[in-house]
């Protein structure tokens, strides 16, 4: 046992170590932010991304949502549908900032651009319709 180390001895050697973030983590991260600013519907999507996910048949935590990421940055592309009566410009504002300050805190990146695409608007009676389906 003379050439083990005891156990919490700092022997000066560190192992080279990286954390990676996928961008689906963090897609799933803007898109969840993104759903709870009062005046979001719900996350829109692509005709393609719809498709993928009924053939899988699974849903997609990062619908309405496309990170470009570059080493510790990452922009967001949001695409939503707001609520019939929200102020368009105040949710848009609101979600940019949720967005930021929660990928931001949850991943150590620098978000250096939210972009809101507002894809509709949805009105009462199809926002319950659209919250039984899920």
Do not use: W
């Amino acid at each position: 046992m003379s050439g083990d180390q005891p156990a919490g001895v700092d022997t000066g050697v560190r192992a080279e170590s990286e954390v990676k973030i996928s961008d689906d983590v963090i897609g799933a991260i803007a898109s969840t932010a993104a759903c709870q600013v009062q005046g979001v519907a719900g996350m829109s999507s692509s005709i393609v991304g719809d498709l993928g996910g009924a053939i899988l048949g699974r849903k997609n935590p990062t619908k309405g949502v496309r990170v470009i990421s570059n080493g510790g940055e990452v922009a967001l592309d949001l695409y939503l549908s707001v609520r019939y009566g929200a102020r368009i410009p105040e949710v848009a504002y609101k979600v940019q900032e949720t967005v930021k300050k929660s990928v931001e805190s949850m991943t150590d990146l620098k978000v250096t651009q939210v972009n809101i695409h507002v894809q509709g608007v949805t009105f009462q009676e199809q926002a319950n319709y659209d919250a039984e389906d899920q």
